[in-house]
């Protein structure tokens, strides 16, 4: 098991930027997948973004151009730096991360049924 801790959320008017972080505690891995979700009030949860220890990249329709997937493999941090923020940006972001043998198994993106979440971090974006 894998404990994930995100931060970086906060209040910002539209048009604003910010990072979100979700720091992973150690582990040893040939390869992971890693995928940012949010959640706003009253819908589902839905993928934002994914990225494989590989770097291969996917984004949502929503986040393609605004956002940028990252991480750090030495130090097991993802990132998700958000820019032009809009108002239905505003949700609750999770990080979700799974290991695997290869980064190959991270086909799916961020379809994949990850095993591992952070606890969340809000994001409030004002007009």
């Known amino acids: 098991q894998v404990q994930l801790v995100e931060s970086g959320g906060g209040s910002v008017q539209a048009g604003g930027s910010l990072r979100l972080t979700c720091a992973a505690s150690?582990?040893?891995?040939?390869?992971?997948?890693m995928a940012w979700f949010r959640q706003a009030p009253g819908k589902e949860r839905e993928g934002v973004a994914s990225?494989?220890?590989?770097?291969?990249?996917e984004y949502s329709h929503s986040a393609k151009g605004r956002f940028t997937i990252s991480h750090d493999n030495a130090k097991h941090i993802l990132y998700l730096q958000m820019n032009s923020l809009k108002p239905e940006d505003t949700a609750i972001y999770y990080c979700?991360?799974?290991?695997?043998?290869?980064?190959?198994?991270?086909?799916?993106?961020?379809?994949?049924?990850?095993?591992?979440w952070g606890q969340g971090t809000q994001v409030t974006v004002s007009s």
């Open positions: 990225i494989d220890s590989n770097g291969r990249t």
């Open positions: 150690q582990y040893t891995a040939i390869g992971s997948c």
């Open positions: 979700a991360l799974d290991l695997v043998p290869d980064a190959k198994y991270c086909r799916d993106g961020y379809s994949r049924d990850f095993g591992n």
